[in-house]
């Protein structure tokens, strides 16, 4: 008779989480998703390159028309990094990314959060990754979005706002983030502010409380 062996012990693993989301991609014919899908992973390929996160830093979970970059804890990698470089790149490689026919453009949501997540032999998982999807597929980032020419736009969450938006960092200009975002994680709300890259600041109503 054999006995079942003890499970592995859950134990937390701390990393800053970067989510992207193609826009439309349900209404896009599957040869057409393909197109994208590899676009968009070059793309993030690019951009995380040159903001200085290598493979090693790194691990990606596929979401179809999506992808979420975990990143590790590492001093080459800082949070800062993510809003300074990550997504400012990010934004302009998808602006100059002209494919050859107008219906293979597209467009980008992306969330940005830290906390901690969990492994196991089926992959990765944990409320930060719920937290980073529910931002991600807020109905007002994606009204915000519908209401831009921008290719792309970000939200980041109560805990990025508060631990690096908010403190002056070099590079990270705090009116140019918008409070528009709240959704419901399990009994708690999560906020949102959003930022469209490039544009100016909002200069509105102080929500960081």
């Keep these: 008779m054999t006995t079942a062996s003890p499970p592995t012990p859950v134990l937390p693993r701390h990393r800053a989480i970067v989510a992207v989301d193609i826009e439309g991609s349900t209404t896009r014919t599957n040869k057409a998703r393909a197109l994208l ?73 992306a969330a940005v959060h830290a906390g901690e997540v969990h492994y196991d032999n089926r992959g990765w998982y944990g409320e930060d990754l719920d937290v980073t999807a529910r931002l991600l597929d807020a109905p007002q980032l994606k009204r915000k979005l519908r209401q831009t020419r921008a290719r792309l736009i970000v939200v980041v969450s109560q805990h990025i706002y508060r631990s690096v938006v908010l403190h002056g960092y070099d590079g990270i200009d705090d009116t140019s983030y918008e409070q528009i975002v709240q959704v419901q994680i399990g009994r708690r709300r999560q906020r949102g502010w959003v930022q469209i890259p490039g544009a100016t600041g909002y200069h509105g109503q102080d929500l960081t409380a």
Excluded: C, W
Excluded at 39 to 66: C, F, N, P, T, V
């Design 37 to 109: 899908r590899n676009a968009m992973y070059d793309l993030l390929e690019e951009a995380l390159l040159q903001s200085g996160i290598k493979e090693q830093h790194r691990d990606m979970i596929d979401r179809g028309d999506g992808a979420f970059i975990l990143i590790h804890p590492v001093d080459d990698a800082p949070k800062t990094v993510l809003l300074t470089m990550v997504i400012p790149t990010l934004a302009e490689l998808l602006a100059r990314h002209e494919p050859e026919r107008p219906d293979h453009r597209f467009r980008l949501r």
